[in-house]
């Protein structure tokens, strides 16, 4: 069983900054990708920002320049740091990976989700 512990959410003001950790644990292999979802009420789930094994990224255009994804390959844990945050960026982020288990199989995992509010 994999799972995914999000932490770093919170209540910051407009402009302020905020950094959000996921760490998987369970039985893992390797992990292929680390990435950050968020999602309003009434809204589909949307992509923030991904990392894969190799280190490559890919941002939303509404962070880029304003976030940043990282990963710590030896600890399963990914980052995001949020800077010049914005009202609009207020959602419940949610981690994901796709993970190759010890039993050589493929798992999509997320995590239980994480909530930033940013306020005016």
Request: one cysteine or more.
């Amino acid at each position: 069983q994999v799972q995914l512990v999000e932490s770093g959410g919170g209540l910051v003001q407009a402009g302020g900054s905020l950094r959000l950790s996921c760490a998987a644990s369970g039985s893992i292999l390797s992990i292929t990708s680390m990435g950050w979802y968020r999602q309003v009420p009434g809204k589909q789930r949307e992509l923030v920002a991904v990392i894969l094994s190799g280190g490559n990224t890919n941002y939303a255009d509404s962070v880029k320049g304003r976030f940043a994804i990282s990963r710590d390959n030896a600890k399963n844990t990914v980052y995001l740091q949020m800077n010049s945050l914005k009202t609009e960026d207020t959602a419940v982020y949610y981690c994901n990976a796709l993970i190759r288990t010890a039993t050589l199989r493929f798992q999509e995992v997320w995590g239980q989700g994480t909530l930033v509010t940013v306020s005016s």
